[in-house]
């Protein structure tokens, strides 16, 4: 994936309120604010056409990107996105600045592998989570969380106290002491309905 992806021009925005950030939208431009760290928030505005073809990509959620403010380049991720609720528009953006040695928050997404090897042992899938939230250096910040499925038998769930946490990454709910459920390879219903008649008739 080219890091075109994970670069944005960005301009100071100096002036504020919905009449400002309607008229901004209007000229295909997206309202941002960058905030954190040990500096003061600012203000921005974006091009939606690139914006909006970055965000498409599932790693722009979870990747440190490159915001260019004038001369400054500026690392951050995406925090917060508020979209048209029904127009294919991005209406404004909150980014959290990354400093190389300070913890972030954020989640990222999850990913299945091999899902097929359940099934064939006649399983259903259950997604109970798609995304995970981490914490860890900037520099351990992964694009996702990889979850194997050819080894899950029929009728097992899989928590966070399952999986592998990539190296200087920490579940978060998991150390607030809250083991959640991710994935569930179920009996199928009738299959199940089945099963207890069985052993009701036993």
Known sequence: MSDAIFTLDAEVRTDAGKGASRRLRHEDKVPAIIYGGSKAPVSITLEHSKLIKAQSFEAFYSHILTIKVGK?????????????????????????????????????????????????????????????????????????????????????????????????????????????????????AGKAADAEETETAE
């Open 72 to 188: 400054e380049d500026v690392k951050a991720i995406v925090k917060a996105m508020q979209r048209h609720p029904y127009k294919p528009k991005i209406m404004h953006v909150d980014f959290q600045r990354v400093e190389a040695g300070h913890e972030l928050h954020t989640v990222v997404p999850v990913h299945f592998v091999n899902e097929e090897a359940a099934v064939k042992k006649g399983g259903v899938v259950v997604h109970a989570a798609n995304e995970i939230e981490i914490s860890c250096l900037p520099k351990d910040l992964p694009e996702f969380i990889e979850v194997k499925m050819s080894d899950v038998e029929v009728g097992a769930h899989l928590h966070l106290s399952d999986l592998k946490a990539p190296k200087g990454v920490t579940f978060v709910q998991l150390a607030k002491g809250h083991d959640l459920a991710v994935v569930s390879v179920n009996k199928p």
